[in-house]
């Protein structure tokens, strides 16, 4: 199995050759246990594909309900939805919710949610966001920057969701790189 083992370019790889030279192991979970452990730098291509998958979801999410105000396409992404932001309860009600009577939400313009970084790790996907805003007391240019983060289900839905925020008068800066 070692031998097999150093030929083989991943897990998946491994596996098959196995199942190749031993036709009488029993369990395609005792293959997986085995070549996981002969090839632990593998990553198994299930992993890498589900954690592009989950991705996407989210930047899908955050564009239909950020971008588009598209509240009620919510539910089509999320799953237990524990929200660790103090001002959303659990549950995709309780997101609908707040996006449909919040003022800040449902007056906001609809648009192209602009997205600087995305990082995902299995079942955890990073997004960094930047948007152009005035300043709150004096309406001066600013920037604001989100990082949100989702952990998904083994369905692809969004079990929890993370957020924080962080905004700069443009004026008051003292870097050449405000957020970004």
């Not at 950020?66 to 509240?71: E, K, L």
């Not at 539910?75 to 449909?100: M, N, S």
């Not at 449902?106 to 996907?125: E, I, Y």
Request: aromatic share 6%.
């Amino acid at each position: 199995m070692e031998k097999l083992a150093g030929t083989a370019e991943n897990a998946d790889d491994l596996i098959a050759q196995m199942k190749a030279a031993y036709p009488d192991c029993r369990g395609e979970e005792d293959l997986k246990g085995i070549a996981t452990t002969l090839c632990p730098s593998s990553v198994p291509e299930d992993s890498a594909d589900r954690s592009k998958a989950n991705k996407k979801a989210a930047l899908d999410f955050v564009q239909l309900v950020v971008g588009d105000r598209n509240y009620g396409a919510a539910r089509k992404y999320v799953g237990k939805y524990i929200q660790h932001g103090p001002t959303i309860g659990d549950g995709c009600d309780a997101l609908v919710e707040v996006l449909e009577t919040d003022p800040r939400w449902r007056n906001g313009p609809k648009g192209k949610v602009d997205v600087k970084n995305v990082a995902a790790d299995g079942d955890l996907v990073y997004l960094q966001i930047h948007r152009e805003i005035k300043a709150k007391d004096d309406g001066s240019p600013a920037r604001a920057i989100v990082v949100h983060a989702f952990r998904f289900n083994e369905a692809g839905k969004i079990d929890e969701h993370w957020s924080v925020n962080q905004s700069v008068k443009l004026k008051d800066c003292v870097s050449k790189h405000p957020l970004f």
